[in-house]
């Protein structure tokens, strides 16, 4: 007789997918912003895969729900924060002040609905 009681399968919610489609859309920018906002080859070419691959890495260490890094919260906020703050900003240097700001928006109350459910309140 096993008495191991199963682990409950992790549920997927609206909120989860759209924060994946936050982090991707914000890779894919920070991208698009390397390669047009400077001048080819250099320094665009290594911006524009410099920039994901950063968004990447902070992502994985620290953020993903297999970070390699296991800290706070706030911690992990920090991250998101920052992530998603770059790629608002690269919009609004690209000329582009409406897609920032729903951008922004968006992040902002996914943050605050991921936040609250991390927090438990």
Do not use: C, Y
């Amino acid at each position: 007789m096993n008495d191991a009681t199963p682990e409950p399968t992790p549920t997927i919610g609206a909120n989860d997918l759209l924060r994946f489609l936050l982090e991707i859309f914000a890779i894919v920018t920070l991208g698009i912003f390397g390669f047009t906002a400077f001048a080819l080859p250099w320094p665009g070419v290594l911006l524009g895969i410099g920039l994901p691959l950063l968004a990447i890495l902070l992502w994985a260490l620290f953020r993903s729900p297999k970070a390699v890094f296991h800290v706070d919260p706030f911690v992990k906020a920090l991250v998101e924060i920052a992530v998603f703050s770059a790629a608002a900003i690269a919009w609004w240097v690209m000329g582009q002040p409406v897609v920032a700001i729903v951008f922004a928006v968006v992040a902002a109350v996914s943050g605050v609905v991921n936040g609250r459910r991390e927090f438990g309140a």
